[in-house]
């Protein structure tokens, strides 16, 4: 009796052995298919396309604009360590340039070869930063500047501010469902 338990024994752990190597090799199978099912799809995933030369290429031009980012607020903030008014008429005008340099380097970024919902969100964008730096460019004179009560400017500022943080995150959300890494 007791050999027939050792060999039950034996044979079950031959048994579960050889099924769980047979049951990975169809499972290596299904998984490779549950990956490729995401690729270019859009009806079962909430990622518009997986592919990784998109997403790699989303994230490198965001990238990029995060270091042009980086460096207009290097400057601007030389330039007025709070970003907020008031301003004398040489640092008005160096802010305003700054940002004008920023949203010409911006906007020149190559997008055309990016998805065109993702290149819609970043001329939204960019619209929107050129949009605050014609603002500032019209007030870099200070008698134009004067006819803007302080409160006024501030306003401007939130406004533009919050349109350009609305703008950004839609780029951003829109990159990461392409499966690019953004942040």
Not at 20 to 33: G, Y
Not at 103 to 114: F, H, P, R, T, Y
Not at 122 to 130: F, G, N, P, Q, V
Request: aromatic content about 14%; glycine content about 4%; hydrophobic content about 40%.
């Amino acid at each position: 009796m007791r050999i027939k338990t050792i060999l039950s024994i034996i044979v079950f752990i031959f048994a579960f052995v050889f099924s769980s190597v047979f049951a990975s090799l169809f499972a290596s199978k299904s998984e490779s298919q549950l990956n490729l099912g995401f690729v270019g799809t859009t009806s079962t995933s909430c990622f518009k396309n997986r592919d990784n030369y998109t997403a790699d290429k989303i994230a490198l031009f965001v990238q990029q604009d995060i270091r042009y980012g980086n460096e207009r607020d290097r400057k601007l903030y030389r330039i007025n360590k709070d970003f907020r008014p008031p301003f004398t008429d040489s640092s008005f005008a160096d802010f305003a340039e700054t940002v004008s340099k920023y949203a010409d380097q911006s906007g020149s970024m190559e997008a055309d070869k990016l998805p065109q919902d993702f290149q819609i969100a970043w001329l939204e964008h960019m619209k929107a930063w050129r949009d605050y730096a014609g603002i500032l460019n019209e007030m870099k004179n200070s008698s134009a500047r004067k006819m803007v009560s302080e409160k006024q400017l501030d306003e401007l500022e939130t406004i533009h501010s919050a349109e350009i943080t609305n703008t950004w995150h839609k780029v951003l959300r829109i990159g990461r469902s392409y499966g690019a890494e953004v942040y």
